[in-house]
């Protein structure tokens, strides 16, 4: 097996202060979870709803699942009885029937907003101005079941650490902006979810609060 252990006491060592780590365990079976759990690792990421369930079922129950992949809205109901924190909102819709489903368990959910700033095509992601005009819509305000802690992003993935930094840098700026703007008075909204195994070096430079870990710990996935 791939030295878990020993690789995250080095992520772990290379993260600043106050930065968190949710080791990105897709992928990966239980055992890898379980050397991770031995060392003090409580914070998980998956990205499939089947896998992760199978995974909450037989691990501890002490683990935080961070829910990090594209979510279907009919999927929310599987995971809202257990999920910490759903990383990836990036509609209204989602996010309302994520709040639909924490009531029916009698929770409220975590969520970040996932914004869209890489070059790369992709479907998933707010554009800047599309989550402006999510908060200035302000419907998700009457959302009791739901809590904005703040904000996520991939930066593009290329070799250039310029262009990955000059991204980053503007979710941070972005980051300032809403939070001056709608969450000024709300201590929860604190999170910016960003940096990956070939980036979170940059990431921690650029006021991430918590990298999203997988490879570098784990080794390669094996789809
Ligand atoms: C898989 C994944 C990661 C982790 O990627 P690594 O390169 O393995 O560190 C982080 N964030 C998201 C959204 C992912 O899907």
Redo the contacts with the bound molecule.
């Keep these: 097996m791939y030295d878990v252990k020993q690789n995250l006491r080095q992520v772990l060592g290379d993260l600043p202060e106050g930065v968190r780590l949710v080791a990105?365990s897709?992928y990966h079976p239980n055992e890898y979870i379980m050397a991770a759990y031995e060392e003090g690792q409580r914070i998980f990421?998956e990205?499939h709803e089947q896998e992760l369930r199978q995974k909450v079922e037989s691990l501890p129950r002490d683990i935080e699942w961070h829910f990090?992949?594209h979510l279907q809205t009919n999927k929310v109901k599987y995971i809202a009885p257990y999920i910490s924190m759903i990383e990836?909102v990036d509609s209204l819709k989602l996010l309302k029937e994520i709040d639909k489903q924490a009531a029916r368990n009698n929770r409220v959910i975590k969520v970040l907003l996932e914004l869209h700033i890489a070059e790369e095509e992709t479907k998933y992601g707010l554009t800047l101005d599309a989550c402006r005009q999510l908060l200035e819509g302000g419907e998700w305000r009457s959302l009791q079941h739901v809590q904005i802690c703040g904000l996520m992003m991939?930066a593009s993935y290329v070799e250039d650490t310029a262009q990955i930094r000059h991204e980053m840098t503007l979710a941070a700026d972005f980051f300032d902006e809403v939070k001056a703007k709608y969450f000024s008075d709300a201590a929860t909204f604190c999170e910016r979810s960003w940096g990956?195994?070939?980036d979170y070096h940059i990431a921690t430079q650029c006021r991430s609060t918590m990298v999203?870990?997988?490879?570098?710990i784990f080794g390669p996935?094996v789809y």
């Design positions: 990105i897709k990421g990205s990090i992949g990836a991939m990956m195994s070939h999203r870990v997988g490879t570098t996935r």
